[in-house]
Structure formats: structure tokens, C-alpha cells
């Protein structure tokens, strides 16, 4: 069956360090994957989209990688802050498929 | 900046009660969707629209009812709450995610239903 998987252990770092968070897939085919940041009892807001045939996409402070061979992508936060504090979850929309798949999420706190 | 809009966005009722959960957005997308997310779990896709007079059941199955009869408005019916339905409730939108064109979700902030 389709899955998705983040760490569902909380990733706890320091003020100024980097975080990467990990999205393993497996029977998929994704066309493109993209990170979302949920901020409690909030919506997610949406962050980075990377296509199946981009290896990495920046976007200030956040960088995405995709790799289709180990059907994993990283999330980085670099300089992370204490207001990146939040839970981030990867999105899936399989290739000829019109229904995006969401991960549960892994719960981010930076520590000032 | 999107604009999805929820309201109520707490309501607390009692069992039995009628409710309906409005949801509009002003940015022209044909696909629409619900989902229900306990605190601190994943996200549950309960319906989603692909347009006007569409309605498709989610991946977890759901007492709520839906409609689609304008562009912009997805509002969800319970026709008799119960403390189960204790939930929050988050409305989004999208392109259609056809032809290349990604289907980037939008979302409203959401509902926090409480049903005693």
C-alpha cells in the first residue's frame, strides 16, 4: 500500500543550528512533493514544492531535496530560529493522480 | 496572500444539534476540501470537490454531508452532532493539479468543534 513517513519523534535543536527533517515514501510515483508548516491549531501553510525531476529547491533559509532513487526528501531549515518552532509535514501528489497525500508530520522546536 | 475563510471558528453545541461549517474562498479554485485533525495527529481528508455539483467521500469515512452549488462555497452538514465529532475542521482549496499545473492546497483556519 501507499505510504508516507516522517519521524514521529519531535526533532529538538539549538538556536542557529540546522534541522533537517526526513519524508521516506514508498509505492508511489510522486510528480512532486511539497513541505507544509502547521503552527498549532492553525492550517498548514504551504513552503517549498520540488518536482520529481528537480534534486533541490531553495527558498531563503529552507532547502528541499528529492531524491526519486531512495524515494526520500530532506527538509533543512538553516540559522534555524525559535519562531521556526512548528510541525512540518510533506505532501505527496502521485504522478497521474488527483489526490495529494499528506505525512503525519514531525513536530520542530528550536530552543533560543 | 490565499483567502479561504472559515467560520464559526469554535462552536460548542450539544448532542443532536443541527451544525453547519461554512467555508469560501475568493481565489477561483474548483477543487475544495475538508479534513478532520485531532490535536497533535495527522490530517484526515473527509471530502473534497473538483467543482460545482461534485462531492467525493475522503479516505476516512465521515457522518458529515457536503455540497458544492457556487465556486467558492464548500459548507459541511452534520445533521446530528455527537461528542465523537469533537474535532477540528479544516477547509482548503486548489487548482485542479491537471495538465502540470500543481495542486498547492490553501487552507482556512479551521473550526474547533466541540460537541458535549
Known amino acids: 500500500s501507499q505510504k508516507i513517513e516522517q519521524n514521529s519523534e519531535a526533532l529538538n535543536i539549538q538556536e542557529g543550528k540546522t534541522a533537517t527533517l526526513t519524508c521516506n515514501y514508498t509505492?508511489?510515483?510522486?510528480?512532486?512533493l511539497q513541505w507544509y508548516r502547521q503552527d498549532p491549531g492553525r492550517g498548514p501553510v504551504f513552503l517549498l514544492l520540488i518536482r520529481e525531476n528537480e534534486k533541490e529547491k531553495r527558498k531563503e533559509r529552507l532547502k528541499v531535496t528529492f531524491d526519486t532513487t531512495l524515494k526520500q526528501s530532506l527538509f533543512h531549515i538553516t540559522a534555524s530560529q525559535p519562531a521556526d518552532s512548528a510541525t512540518y509535514l510533506c505532501?505527496?501528489?502521485?504522478?497521474?493522480?488527483?489526490?495529494?497525500?499528506f505525512g503525519a508530520g514531525t513536530r520542530l522546536f528550536v530552543k533560543a | 496572500e490565499a483567502d479561504i475563510y472559515q467560520t464559526p471558528r469554535y462552536l460548542v453545541i450539544g448532542t443532536g444539534k443541527k451544525i453547519t461549517l461554512e467555508c469560501s474562498q475568493t481565489m477561483g479554485h474548483d477543487k475544495m476540501y475538508w479534513y478532520q485533525q485531532d490535536p497533535g495527529m495527522e490530517l484526515h481528508l473527509i471530502h473534497y470537490?473538483?467543482?460545482?455539483?461534485?462531492?467525493e467521500k475522503g479516505d476516512l469515512s465521515s457522518e458529515s454531508t457536503v455540497s458544492r452549488i457556487r465556486t467558492e462555497h464548500f459548507p459541511l452538514t452534520l445533521e446530528s452532532a455527537r461528542p465523537s465529532h469533537t474535532s477540528q475542521y479544516l477547509c482548503?482549496?486548489?487548482?485542479?493539479?491537471?495538465?502540470?499545473?500543481?495542486?498547492?492546497?490553501?487552507f482556512g483556519p479551521g473550526t474547533r468543534l466541540t460537541v458535549l
Open positions: 470537490s473538483y467543482g460545482v455539483n461534485s462531492t
Open positions: 482548503a482549496s486548489s487548482e485542479l493539479g491537471l495538465a502540470g499545473v500543481t495542486d498547492t492546497q490553501y
Open positions: 505532501a505527496l501528489a502521485p504522478t497521474g493522480g488527483f489526490k495529494t497525500i
Open positions: 509505492n508511489y510515483s510522486p510528480a512532486y
